[in-house]
């Protein structure tokens, strides 16, 4: 019975770290076209939002100029 919320613990953080993967391996301006469509988005969960608006903050402060939102929500 125990191994029912473990294997759903491990389920959840394997999704996680693709979408996380996924949102990285992504060129800038993908980034920017998802994350438009999510603001227009009014019923999607804020959560794939934010990583990419987390991905975009960070590529900016590397350097990449194109990655720069007007306002980051974080």
């Known amino acids: 019975m125990k ?9 959840l953080a394997v999704g996680c770290a693709s979408d996380n993967k996924r949102i990285q391996s992504m060129t800038t301006p993908e980034l920017k076209l998802r994350h438009a469509q999510l603001v227009e988005e009014v019923a999607q969960p804020p959560r794939e939002k934010e990583h990419i608006e987390f991905e975009l903050l960070w590529r900016w402060e590397a350097g990449d100029k194109a990655a720069y939102l007007p306002e980051f929500s974080l």
């Open 3 to 11: 191994l029912v919320p473990l294997l759903a613990v491990v389920f």
